[in-house]
């Protein structure tokens, strides 16, 4: 059964509700069939990882819509991603390819089934989740803890943004090709491939890409005397 805090947090990074919308305790404890102090407890707890907006005295909201704040969040992304697929296509065994494959291909048959401008909330909360654990398993073999919690975390705020802004999903098409060439390229180990169609992926949600770190692709530079991997 979903936790409350699960459930929580799948409606808030999938547009269940407006920027800067009050979430109230005592209602929202209602609806989930817990009280009003273990939903605080939930909603502070996701303010911490920057779902939710806590004041004093004025309580918890979502947060505003923030196209700086997405420009932030898709240039970690390219950052985060970029080391992590790295060191996992040096670490990552046959397991690995094979929980890729798998978490591709749960992906693509998701996203195959997103329309343009009707999907309802229950296809977008599953597409949320396989696409996080699509790019959660690119970085899995990578050995660090601290790398995937840090994803984890800056993903959620950038698909709460990314839905806040754009709900029209035409890029979907898009979408589906791109990540085909990226497992492509992951798979065929291929380091400075995956990272280049990883920032072409993901540049598409900077608000101003002359903005971008101009070395935001310098996490697909290889260590000195490292040589992309290939099979």
């Known amino acids: 059964m979903m936790s409350i805090y699960d459930a929580m947090r799948d409606r808030l990074v999938n547009g269940h509700f407006k920027p800067e919308q009050r979430l109230k305790a005592t209602d929202l ?23 939710v907006d806590f004041q004093e ?3 918890f909201r979502l947060p505003a ?24 296509i040096r670490f990552g065994d046959l397991g690995w390819e094979a929980r890729l494959t798998a978490a591709h291909h749960k992906l693509r048959h998701i996203e195959s089934r997103v329309k343009v401008d009707t999907t309802d909330r229950d296809t977008l909360i599953l597409w949320t989740q396989a696409e996080l654990e699509f790019h959660q398993t690119l970085l899995e073999a990578c050995g660090s803890t601290l790398l995937m919690t840090m994803h984890e975390m800056v993903y959620q705020q950038f698909r709460q943004q ?4 754009d709900r029209m999903f035409r890029f979907v098409p898009e979408n589906i090709d791109q990540h085909q060439d990226i497992i492509d390229a992951a798979l065929g180990r291929d380091e400075e491939l ?4 990883l920032i072409t992926h993901l540049s598409r949600s900077l608000v101003d890409a002359e903005a971008a770190p ?18």
């Open 214 to 231: 101009l070395n935001v692709s310098q996490a697909a530079r290889r260590q000195p005397g490292v040589k992309s991997s290939s099979r």
């Open 57 to 59: 005295q004025r309580g």
């Open 162 to 165: 990314l839905i806040t802004n």
């Open 65 to 88: 819509s923030s196209l700086k704040l997405q420009q932030e969040l898709t240039q970690m992304r390219i950052l985060l991603e970029c080391e992590g697929v790295c060191l996992s």
């Open 194 to 197: 995956v990272c280049k169609r």
């Open 29 to 51: 404890g209602v609806e989930f069939g817990c009280s009003a102090s273990a939903m605080r407890e939930t909603l502070f707890r996701l303010s911490t990882v920057g779902l």
